[in-house]
T-cell receptor
Framework: EPEVTQTPSHQVTQMGQEVILRCVPI?????FYWYRQILGQKVEFLVS????????KSEIFDDQFSVERPDGSNFTLKIRSTKLEDSAMYFC??????????????FGEGSRLTVL | KQEVTQIPAALSVPEGENLVLNCSFT??????LQWFRQDPGKGLTSLLL?????REQTSGRLNASLDKSSGRSTLYIAASQPGDSATYLC??????????FGTGTRLKVLA
């Protein structure tokens, strides 16, 4: 069964360092997302990506964040200068269109980011 | 702005009970509603997807219903088992093309 894969599963970094989280969405999906979940809190939308550009971003997704689809398979989230409050689980998700694929959202297992 | 609320926040039941989890949303103009399961420290597993034209979906012991006009969905779990213990999340997608999540219901099924 196709799945969304994320690497690394856990990353520990020092405050101020750059972090790149990687995702391989399901191959025939067109819409890609990053969500964040701080421990014990709700799943929060960060950014959506379609047709090689950002469709929408939340107020959390400030200038320190960026996303990229460098090739036909990877989708990355970069945090330029990490802060303590960036510590969270970051989830990548993808979906197909409503017409062709029902629009069901599939998640990866997440990347746990710990900023010290 | 779409808001999704789940009640109860936590639930503890003895094994074998049938139970109902509730999800409500403020904007009824949705395309889909999806129920997920999340185990501690893990990702989100899709359980059921209900498209806007549908009223319910079933998978095994799970049944989800959708009432768009009232902004409500329920997830019914029959004959609960300890392995059902997890957090259950509902999410809706509408005109902004992003899924918005509720706060979840933490379920514990006691053996």
């Amino acid at each position: 069964e196709p799945e969304v894969t994320q690497t690394p599963s856990h990353q520990v970094t020092q405050m101020g360092q750059e972090v790149i989280l990687r995702c391989v969405p399901i191959s025939n999906h067109l819409y890609f997302y990053w969500y964040r979940q701080i421990l014990g809190q709700k799943v929060e939308f960060l950014v959506s990506f379609y047709n090689n550009e950002i469709s929408e971003k939340s107020e959390i997704f400030d200038d320190q964040f960026s996303v990229e689809r460098p090739d036909g398979s990877n989708f990355t989230l970069k945090i330029r200068s990490t802060k303590l409050e960036d510590s969270a689980m970051y989830f990548c998700a993808s979906r197909g269109t409503f017409l062709a694929n029902t629009g069901e959202l599939f998640f990866g297992e997440g990347s746990r980011l710990t900023v010290l | 702005k779409q808001e999704v609320t789940q009640i109860p926040a936590a639930l503890s039941v003895p094994e074998g009970e049938n139970l109902v989890l509730n999800c409500s949303f403020t904007d009824s103009a949705i395309y889909n509603l999806q129920w997920f399961r999340q185990d501690p420290g893990k990702g989100l597993t899709s359980l059921l997807l209900i498209q806007s034209s549908q009223r319910e979906q079933t998978s095994g012991r799970l049944n989800a219903s959708l009432d768009k006009s009232s902004g409500r969905s329920t997830l019914y779990i029959a004959a609960s088992q300890p392995g059902d213990s997890a957090t259950y999340l509902c999410a809706v997608i509408g005109g902004t093309y992003k899924y918005i999540f509720g706060t979840g219901t933490r379920l514990k099924v006691l053996a």
